[in-house]
């Protein structure tokens, strides 16, 4: 296996059986030039990506230390969640993590609206951007904002298997926010992350938008409906509400049935 070209210290672009690779590993391509023959015993991961050319350039461009920490995160979350998660994770995690260092360095802070939600929709996710966090801190004494978390928990959850894509991610998150916004407001109350009842809610809202997208819905019965409109008429109120938020800015249309569900999340939450 021999070097075609160094990117850094730890990673190179290697020809394996006539085949072009990305090989990573500490000090893999230490004091090395093209044509060198390179260590196996060094090689921690070996891989193909469709996007080489574009890795290869980022590699480049970026600080040393931040593509180790990035892999380093990588191998974690894979530990983690006992997974592999798409190679696109190396390029896109890479390049947001050096850039959020580099924000971090230069004294600016990109708050993330989506914090909350994030948190609770895609919780193993979190952890792992708060191992993150912890560990960037623990090799470069640099403090990264919790915000950030939530950001590497999106990258992680998009690169699982069947995560979606970031995009899709993103409005879907920022949809239920839009929601749980609507009902805040609408209520006048503040509603603690850590309160089973909203984490509930955040859960069932997220679940109602697949169902919703897929043509699913569970129906509920019409007798129910009619006692729930009745009997929490303000948390029923609330979820009309919602509704036409939902349907005036996103263009989803939640069935009636729907509304039920909902209204009984919105009354535990003011029962407390």
Known sequence: ???????????????????????????????????????????????????????????LKIPEEHFTLSEEIITYAEEYLGAKLNEHIHIALTDHLSFAIERVEDGMKLNNKLFHEIKVLYKNEFEIGMWAIRHIEKKTQIKIPVDEAAYIALHIHTAKIQGGDMKQTLRQTSIIGDMVQTIKEYLNIEIEEDDISYQRLITHLRFAISRISEN??????????????EKFSPSYNCAKKVALVLSRNHGIHLPEEELGYITLHIERLRQR
């Open 216 to 229: 699913k819905g569970d129906i509920m019965d019409q007798d129910m409906l009619k006692l729930l409109k």
């Open 1 to 59: 296996m021999r070097i075609k070209k160094v990117l850094n210290n730890n990673a190179a672009v290697v020809i394996d059986h006539n085949e072009e690779k990305i090989a990573v590993g500490a000090g893999v391509a230490f004091q090395k030039k093209k044509n060198d023959i390179i260590n196996v015993n060094k090689i921690e991961k070996l891989f193909v990506m469709k996007e080489n050319e574009k890795f290869q350039q980022l590699l």
